[in-house]
């Protein structure tokens, strides 16, 4: 059962719009969260991230939101650029684990010109 | 400032044959994590070291999947007789810190084909 998901596989936003990427958790002992941005044939390469303390954590034109209740945060990008297009991870952890990530499945976004 | 490098990027096996894929960390890097990412899918946890002590290998599908990192630097994931569900991307990632939970540095990873 996925513990992390990520329930659209692609998202189309216009160049200068806004961009939300959203990602359900479901292990209630997840206390950090990370977005990861992934270009074919790369890596994943760290965006943001946010501790369960928090509910905001801005870094430029990336803002995470987390809603604990809900079991819920989004990434929102803005103003979304063409270069933004990439394949975008959310991914949990607990204090309790060795550090090892759980993975959502991505979401493909596009952001055009 | 080098990052971290996995090789061969590209692995096509014959079913049956055994593979090594090799991850070079960022220098100094405490931990180290392997994943393993499905067409369509995220990374998937299979092992993590801490210096050279497998500390966690819960995620390792098989008795057929081994991994090393012996000095506590390079570390290599081997793969027995392989099959064809073993095809995916590899993924290395590497941390500075005990755990690394705060933030993994990825590597490009080893696209392995089983045929």
């Known amino acids: 059962d996925q513990q992390v998901k990520q329930n659209s596989p692609s998202l189309s936003v216009q160049e200068g719009r806004i961009s939300i990427l959203n990602c359900d958790y479901t292990n209630s002992m997840f206390d950090y969260f990370l977005w990861y941005k992934k270009y074919p044939a790369e890596g994943p390469t760290f965006l943001i991230s946010?501790?369960?303390?928090?509910d905001k954590n801005e870094d430029g034109r990336f803002t995470v939101f987390l809603n604990k209740s809900a079991k819920h945060l989004s990434l929102h990008i803005v103003p979304s650029q063409p270069g933004d297009s990439a394949v975008y991870f959310c991914a949990a952890s607990d204090g309790g684990s060795q550090g090892n990530l759980i993975f959502g499945k991505g979401t493909k976004l596009s952001v055009k010109p | 400032g080098a990052g971290v490098s996995q090789s061969p990027r590209y692995k096509v096996a014959k079913r049956g044959q055994d593979v090594a894929l090799r991850c070079d960390p960022i220098s100094g890097h405490v931990s180290l994590f392997w994943y393993q990412q499905a067409l369509g899918q995220g990374p998937e946890f299979l092992t993590y070291?801490?210096?050279?002590?497998?500390?966690?290998k819960s995620g390792l599908p098989s008795d057929r999947f081994f991994a090393e990192r012996p000095e506590g630097s390079v570390s290599t994931l081997k793969i027995q007789r392989t099959q064809q569900e073993d095809s995916a991307v590899y993924l290395c990632?590497?941390?500075?810190?005990?755990?690394?939970?705060?933030?993994?540095?990825f590597g490009p990873g080893t696209r392995l084909t089983v045929t």
């Open positions: 070291f801490q210096n050279e002590a497998q500390l966690d």
């Open positions: 946010i501790s369960s303390i928090k």
């Open positions: 990632a590497s941390s500075l810190v005990v755990g690394g939970r705060y933030e993994q540095y």
